[in-house]
């Protein structure tokens, strides 16, 4: 059983930066591969980014490759979404994830079905 806490969510204008954190208060996630999902209102959850376990493979959505960047410390079990150049279509509630399904230290999924474990969601509002 994994509980994952997201934190670092906030208001902030168009071109700026947060950095989302995902840590395990129960559990370790340190051997699973993980991911970055948003939401915002009125539209279904959707793919931001992944890692895989042992942090080599990374993959992003179009949407944010070249802004966002996940990485993590599995000493900490703790993953991260760092977010630059932050636009209006950013904003959303953003979510951590855990596919508990080892599969390797290159093995990373965009697919919402694959995550096991999710966290309760963090804020991120862009003004114009």
């Known amino acids: 059983q994994v509980q994952l806490v997201e934190s670092g969510g906030g208001l902030v204008q168009t071109g700026g930066s947060l950095r989302l954190s995902c840590a395990a208060s129960k559990g370790t996630i340190s051997r699973y591969a993980m991911g970055w999902f948003r939401q915002a209102p009125g539209k279904e959850r959707e793919f931001v980014a992944a890692?895989?376990?042992?942090?080599?493979?990374?993959y992003y959505a179009d949407s944010v490759k070249g802004r966002f960047t996940i990485s993590r410390d599995n000493a900490k079990s703790t993953v991260y979404l760092q977010m630059n150049s932050l636009k209006p279509e950013d904003t959303a509630v953003y979510y951590c994830?855990?596919?508990?399904?080892?599969?390797?230290?290159?093995?990373?999924?965009?697919?919402?079905?694959?995550?096991?474990?999710w966290g309760q969601g963090t804020q991120v509002t862009v003004s114009s």
């Open positions: 890692i895989s376990w042992s942090g080599i493979s990374t």
């Open positions: 994830a855990a596919d508990m399904n080892y599969r390797g230290n290159y093995y990373y999924t965009a697919s919402i079905y694959e995550y096991d474990y």
